[in-house]
Every structure is written in C-alpha cells, then in structure tokens.
C-alpha cells in the first residue's frame, strides 16, 4: 500500500495538485492505472492525466451544448466561439489545463470538468447572445454553478434561505 501512496504523491506532484484535495473518482482511476501499470513514469502519467482532461470537457461541452440548445434554442457553436483548448507545458502551470473562455480545469473529475465547461458555456451565452442561461423557474434569477456531493448543480441565490440547488448540471444525474 505504501508503494501506492508514495507513486500517487509523485504523480500528483507531477501534475501540481499535490496537497489539493482529489475526488474520489479521480482516486479510484489513480488506483486502477497503479493496479494495471505499477512504474508508470511520470511522463506517461501526464499525458494520461491531459488526455483524460481534455477528453472529459468535450464530452461536458457536448451535454452543456445540449442543454442550452433545448433551453434556448440557441447553437454554442461555430467560429465565433474556441471552445476548448489546452497546454502540457508544465513550466507554465498545471499539466493539462483546459481553458474554456475564461475559465479552466486541470483535473480529470468529471463534476468539475462539467463545472467549468458549464460556467464557460454560460459565459459565451450571455456575452454571444445577451442572454441569461440557466435561469430559475422560481426567482427567474440566472443560476450559478456550485457543488453538492461531487456533483456540478445549477444554484440559485435567490428566497429567504439564501440559495437552493435547482437541478445537476448533468441531467442524467438526479439529486
């Protein structure tokens, strides 16, 4: 086991999220690839880590899409929008960084990869469009994303208590 921890601490330090705090799910495919590769170096570790990443927030950017078209009717997409791009230059920062308008990710959760595409998506919307998306059926105030059991939600800070989660993020999730 100690074998583990000290190459997850290495690879972890590889990526500059040494010390952050890591979702399970991110954990639980540390494992598996120690489990199936043992002395991966810390290069093949990095470009997992990226490919990982990336490959996450065009899959998010595909259910955000989604989301905003049957909302709104409204396409993100064409040439006035970069989407999704990323660095490996880890002179420059966290390996496998995806920006995403003004927003970016660099670790393989899925909730916030789906967070950050979904704020990006949300950013290109209001500036693209003059349009609030999401907004709450309640306050009709915009939503906001936020985080509940590692999950990416739509909140709203609107009623007396202050805010409440409207629905996840990912609509295949159920609160």
Known sequence: MSNFLDWRNRMLQAV???????SEEVLAWMSELYDEFEKMPETEFCELWTTRTFSMARTAFEVIEKSVFDETGKRVAGEEFDYI???RDPEFGPVGVVRFKSTEVSTPDWAEVLGVVAEGVQEFVMDYYATVWPVCGRHTFGLHV??????AVWKCNGGPAGGHVVRAVDPTIRL
Do not use: V
């Not at 500059?16 to 890591?22: A, F, M």
């Not at 936020?146 to 999950?151: F, I, K, T």
């Open 16 to 22: 500059w999220r040494q010390g952050d705090p890591i």
């Open 146 to 151: 936020d985080y509940l059991h590692e999950a």
């Open 85 to 87: 791009n990323y660095f």
